[in-house]
């Protein structure tokens, strides 16, 4: 009975053992497969170290299971453990060192870079530069400053003037010396020319003489007579300035116009109470000579001061030639007046 119980344990012993050693070489043939390692980032590879001597891992061995009761069946062992090969465990690269942070020097240190220098670049030469023309309008000389009552220049400007007018030649034996009033306006095209063209518009009156007022009493009877001459027209000339200062300038003139000449002989007639008159004139009137438009030349010259900006005083002297058919007839016309 004994044999018997010792036969069946060693029959059982040995289909254990067979079994493990089946089961652990089936294990070995299927492995799961691994999976993909991540790669690691390239980096510098470290200094070659000696290799690591790895001790040799213990096989752990198989537990002898104990016997089972009668009439129950063995139970069947746990597989063994299994461990990766040794060379996955190999350890890990090692991780390089972030280089330290640069080192920067202090703030001292630190020194706005040496610009050079610009360059100046190379101007052009300036444009030539004239000078003021000879010839300049006296107004535009002397714009301001110190100057801003002197002659200032303006493109327009009007005048009003009067005075007396002489006489000459045959005029003097017939006519006494007038008088005359007149007025008018000088455009200066450009301040750049002291040129100006001048437009007058003159009323001269002379008194008849006695020599020629007897020749009238004796065509027309005994009485007292009397009469005048009317003078009217008008002048266009050119005005040439000449500039002594800021304030006086002079200038001289020369043209041409056309006049109309009226000469009037009037009677005084006596009533008991005395000499009758008219409402503008004593007397009545028995001649009346009219003359056609003549031409006149002029030429002159005059004296300006400067009143201001705007206004200026002048005083001018004219030598006129009226041509009537029967003779000539020269006036010299002087007047003062106010430029504006």
């Not at 400053?145 to 017939?174: C, M, V, W």
């Not at 009156?205 to 001459?229: D, M």
């Not at 002989?265 to 009346?288: K, N």
Request: hydrophobic share 30%; with cysteine; charged share 10%.
């Amino acid at each position: 009975m004994k044999t018997d119980a010792h036969t069946s344990i060693a029959v059982l012993l040995l289909a254990i053992g067979t079994t493990a050693v089946a089961s652990t070489a089936v294990a070995q043939d299927v492995q799961p497969p691994q999976p993909a390692q991540p790669q690691p980032p390239q980096t510098a590879a470290p200094a070659p170290s000696a290799p690591t001597q790895q001790a040799p891992q213990a096989v752990p061995q198989s537990p002898v299971p104990p016997a089972p009761a009668q009439g129950v069946p063995p139970a069947s062992p746990p597989p063994p453990a299994q461990y990766p090969p040794a060379q996955q465990y190999s350890p890990p690269p090692a991780v390089p060192q972030s280089p330290p942070p640069p080192r920067y020097p202090s703030a001292p240190q630190y020194q706005k870079p040496q610009t050079q220098p610009a360059t100046p670049q190379q101007q052009p030469p300036p444009p030539a530069q004239y000078g003021r023309p000879q010839w300049v309008h006296s107004e535009s000389s002397y714009p301001g400053g110190d100057n801003a009552n002197g002659f200032h220049y303006h493109p327009f400007r009007f005048h009003i003037d009067g005075g007396g007018t002489l006489t000459e030649k045959s005029n003097a034996q017939d006519f006494a010396d007038g008088w005359n009033a007149g007025l008018g306006f000088t455009w200066y095209p450009t301040s750049h020319l002291p040129l100006g063209l001048r437009v007058d518009g003159t009323y001269n009156q002379f008194n008849i003489r006695t020599p020629l007022l007897a020749q009238v009493a004796a065509a027309n009877g005994p009485g007292i007579y009397h009469g005048f001459q009317r003078m009217w027209g008008g002048d266009t000339d050119l005005e040439l300035d000449l500039h002594f200062s800021p304030y006086v300038r002079g200038y001289v003139l020369a043209g041409g116009g056309w006049y109309k000449q009226e000469t009037v002989f009037r009677q005084s007639y006596y009533y008991d109470y005395g000499y009758g008159c008219g409402w503008w004139s004593c007397g009545m009137t028995v001649a009346r000579y009219d003359t056609n438009w003549h031409f006149a030349r002029n030429a002159g010259l005059g004296l300006e001061f400067a009143m201001g900006p705007d206004a200026s005083f002048f005083i001018e002297g004219r030598y006129m030639r009226l041509n009537p058919t029967d003779a000539k007839s020269d006036y010299i016309p002087i007047r003062a007046g106010l430029r504006f």
